[in-house]
């Protein structure tokens, strides 16, 4: 029978993931497609029941269902249960597997461009997202981790959980051209946010800077880091990457991720900015 899977969020409409996992459903030949379900945070549970019910395969999980899906599933894998957040649900056998491929996605992203795990790095913010990828970033044996974020107690506490360094803000300002890589996961640079989550005055040309927005393709971070001479990514590719891992998980297939990039870029009107 053919499969189905879905993406749950509040909202929903916009989400690239149908387009994307139909159109890897429609290059690996598997007769399965991908749907959008508006879920309210009160329809949650119900919603989760019906899905498993009329046989949902595996979907995705995105805002604001992500830590509040979990008490729901039968299992969580280690980076999901350490993340206390999941964006990938696999059913197997009538139960329902929480992981977590944010992070993961985010890393691989980072390897468009030739970066180097033993120079430092530093993570703008702590929250949700940074955290997926601090933790992700030491996994993949990034040595020389240094967490900011406006609210230092929360910078401190990732930082302690994998033994990175932590900054304040103005720190971080002021010993910016030390960093080889600088990491924006704040919503600072979102749509109607025309402002910069730190001064960038000793930022260095030639400085990886790679921010997770990807809507716009170029937030304001992205657009002066290039304007210095610095090397960019957006956050499509952790966007592609991240359901690359989800569609691994639910068909054992690996998806065409580099076309995948080009054409999310082309849709979101841009050219690839990272190649
Ligand atoms: P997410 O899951 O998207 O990471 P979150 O957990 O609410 O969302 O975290 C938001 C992050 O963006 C935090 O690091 C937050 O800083 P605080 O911990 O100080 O709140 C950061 N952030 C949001 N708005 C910001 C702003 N206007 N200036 C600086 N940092 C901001």
């Not at 929250?127 to 609210?151: D, E, K, M, Q, S």
């Not at 956050?235 to 990039?261: D, L, S």
Request: net charge negative; aromatic share 8%.
């Amino acid at each position: 029978m053919k499969k189905w899977y879905a993406v749950i969020g509040d909202p929903i409409a916009h989400s690239l993931s149908p387009y994307m996992h139909d159109a890897w459903f429609q290059e690996s030949s598997i007769d399965a497609s991908y749907i959008p379900v508006h879920l309210e945070p009160s329809e949650l549970e119900d919603g989760f029941h019906a899905l498993k019910k009329i046989g949902v395969s595996g979907f995705n999980v995105t805002l604001p269902h992500k830590q509040a899906i979990i008490p729901f599933l039968d299992g969580l894998d280690d980076t999901a249960r350490t993340m206390n957040a999941v964006n990938t649900v696999v059913m197997k056998d009538g139960k329902s597997y929480g992981y977590n491929t944010d992070g993961d996605g985010f890393v691989q992203s980072l390897f468009a461009l030739p970066v180097d795990r033993e120079q430092p790095l530093l993570v703008i913010g702590a929250g949700g997202a940074a955290r997926g990828i601090v933790h992700a970033l030491h996994r993949a044996g990034f040595t020389r981790l240094t967490v900011t974020n406006r609210t230092f107690r929360r910078a401190e506490e990732l930082a302690g959980e994998v033994g990175a360094e932590v900054m304040t803000i103005s720190q971080a300002e002021a010993e910016l051209g030390t960093f080889h890589t600088i990491v924006q996961t704040t919503s600072v640079g979102l749509s109607d946010n025309e402002s910069l989550p730190l001064s960038v005055e000793w930022l260095k040309p030639g400085t990886v800077v790679a921010d997770i927005v990807y809507n716009p393709l170029v937030t304001p971070l992205l657009k002066v880091a290039s304007d210095k001479g610095c090397k960019t990514i957006n956050g499509v590719g952790m966007f592609v990457h991240q359901g690359a891992i989800a569609f691994e998980k639910w068909t054992g297939k690996t998806p065409n991720q580099e076309a995948m990039i080009d054409s999310i870029t082309q849709k979101l009107g841009g050219n690839n900015v990272n190649r």
